[in-house]
């Protein structure tokens, strides 16, 4: 997953107006932006700076959900319970999620049955379920170690999901989910290029990433045509959006932004769609779209 070591004009140009943008932000702004050719296209701002992950630890989930059922452990129509009593990774003691504050509170009605893992990866990307996520962790990963080393035998080690989500405890003592913008991006170069998956496995991620509910970020002020396969996450005047956009079938880049210190969240949101635009275009003249 290399970059590129020398920058034409129009790139050195669209990280000038990203660097434009992000400056009129009144938090912290991370960008990193790839594309695929003999000589991949890659621009990042901030792009090494750690960040609490947020909900963006749900795509490295899937994709460990994704290549352990490729090795034949389990099957993606295989079942389990749904239930919500887990362990802090601090001490082990038990938690519970609040389904006030979980954007899926509908999974919760669901308490007591049986669903398969596909459907609970759908609620995990598609509805950004805590409790989904936290099951798949719990009851299937058997907690973060795997994810974390099978990303550092791709060379993707600023990516680190350490525990579930809404581990009070663990919180507390300072033992959180962390990104970069380089890591997220590269992850979804994982998805994309990487022969972990298979044909059909690497499209039923795309198309779970394409039914993203949440669409103010790096969506917003895009043209309604263009699919974008993505996944965001935010927590207090934390906001972050990563994912693929498919300019045609045979074209696509991959843009990550990740932000921090919001004091207007709105704004910042804003701020994404805003950049998120800027690269959009700049591909479109790129490719002649």
């Given amino acids: 997953m290399s970059n ?7 790139l050195i140009a669209l990280e000038l107006e990203l660097k434009q943008v992000i400056a009129k932000t009144d938090g912290t702004i991370a960008i990193s932006v790839y594309a695929p ?4 296209l890659y621009v990042g701002i901030n792009d090494n700076k750690v960040f609490h992950a947020a909900s963006t630890m749900k795509v490295p989930v899937m994709c460990e959900l994704f290549r352990r059922a490729a090795t034949g452990e389990y099957s993606m129509d295989d079942s389990l319970e749904v239930s919500n009593s887990f362990q802090s990774i601090f001490d082990g003691s038990s938690y519970t999620l609040e389904r006030e504050r979980d954007s899926d509170q509908e999974i919760y009605d669901l308490i007591g049955t049986r669903q398969t893992l596909r459907w609970l990866n759908h609620r995990m990307i598609v509805k950004s379920s805590n409790l989904a996520t936290n099951i798949i962790i719990d009851q299937v990963l058997g ?7 099978n990303l550092a035998e791709h060379g ?3 990516s680190k999901v350490l525990r579930g989500v809404e581990d009070m405890k663990a919180w507390e003592a300072g033992l959180n989910n962390t990104t970069t913008a380089a890591a997220y991006t590269a992850i979804f170069q994982l998805i994309m290029e ?3 998956f298979s044909e059909e496995q690497r499209q039923e991620m795309i198309d779970i990433l394409l039914g993203q509910e ?3 970020m790096l969506p917003a002020r895009l043209p309604e045509n263009v699919k974008m396969a993505h996944k965001t996450g935010s927590i ?3 906001r972050h959006d990563g994912g693929i956009v498919f300019l045609t079938d045979e074209q696509w880049y991959i843009i990550t932004i990740l932000s921090s210190d919001l004091e207007d969240e709105k704004a910042g949101e804003g701020t994404i769609a805003e950049l998120s635009h800027a690269v959009y275009l ?3 003249q790129l490719y002649k779209l």
Avoid: W
């Fill in 4 to 10: 590129c070591s020398q920058k034409p004009h129009d």
């Fill in 37 to 40: 050719s003999t000589e991949p």
């Fill in 143 to 149: 907690g973060g170690n795997a994810i974390r080393q």
């Fill in 156 to 158: 993707i080690l600023d």
């Fill in 194 to 196: 990487n022969e972990t």
């Fill in 214 to 216: 949440h669409k103010t």
């Fill in 236 to 238: 207090e005047k934390h």
């Fill in 282 to 284: 700049y591909f479109t």
